[in-house]
């Protein structure tokens, strides 16, 4: 089975602290995702990586930025955290198939608290 | 861009029951998904269904393409199956974006 693991499930942080939240997956996917979940807005996406080293933008990246360095490992990382970043902060990793995104594996999800 | 809509926004059913989930999206679509989320926030895989028809014991799914629809069957519904259930498009023009739909609130009760 596949396994996305986010580090931490609850976090509370106070305003302008540096946040990070890291992902680890087992399966070799080439694809990997963050998105946030706020009620009444949905999922949205806030970076992705296809590969080692490279990061794309998603629909929201102000305020975030990303880091992968290893294939298995995606971090998200809120340089300077504010009360508009609390939410829950889901983390998805996928194979490259070559026509599309592929199937989407989840982890747990993080709930982020900024006060 | 694309437009994801699923219906019923809530739904609320007695243990047993049938139900269908309806997820219409307004362009061509590289694949679709469909995803529980349950009361602790992890969305898990459900179905990747492009087009078609899928079985997975009390759940199935079918999706038209061509007509922009995907439809999730869940039969003899359980508690267990309470929760949040969201279809999920990439759009056929856009390699790297998945949408989500605002999702299906599904309550069953005893």
């Known amino acids: 089975d596949v396994k996305v693991t986010q580090s931490s499930r609850y976090l509370v942080k106070r305003t302008g602290e540096k946040v990070f939240l890291e992902c680890v997956q087992d399966m070799d996917h080439e694809n990997m995702f963050w998105y946030r979940q706020d009620p009444g807005l949905g999922l949205r996406l806030i970076y992705f990586s296809y590969d080692v080293k490279m990061k794309e933008k998603g629909d929201i990246p102000e305020g975030y930025s990303v880091s992968r360095e290893k294939k298995e490992r995606f971090s998200l990382i809120l340089e300077s955290a504010s009360t508009n970043q609390t939410s829950m902060y889901l983390c998805a990793s996928s194979f490259l198939t070559g026509t599309d995104t592929g199937e989407l594996f989840f982890g747990e999800g993080s709930r982020l608290t900024v006060l | 861009g694309i437009q994801v809509e699923q219906s019923p926004p809530d739904l609320i059913l007695q243990e047993g029951a049938n139900s269908t989930l309806r997820c219409n999206f307004s362009?061509?679509?590289?694949?679709l998904q469909w995803f529980h989320q349950n009361p602790w926030g992890q969305l898990i895989n459900l179905f990747y269904?492009?087009?078609g028809t899928k079985q997975n014991g009390r759940l199935s799914a079918t999706t038209v393409a061509t007509e922009r629809y995907s439809l999730l069957y869940i039969s003899s519904s359980q508690t267990t199956d309470s929760g949040v259930y969201f279809c999920a498009v990439e759009p056929g023009t856009s390699y790297d974006k998945v949408i989500f739909g605002p999702g299906t609130s599904l309550s069953v009760i005893p």
């Open positions: 269904i492009p087009s």
């Open positions: 362009d061509s679509v590289n694949n």
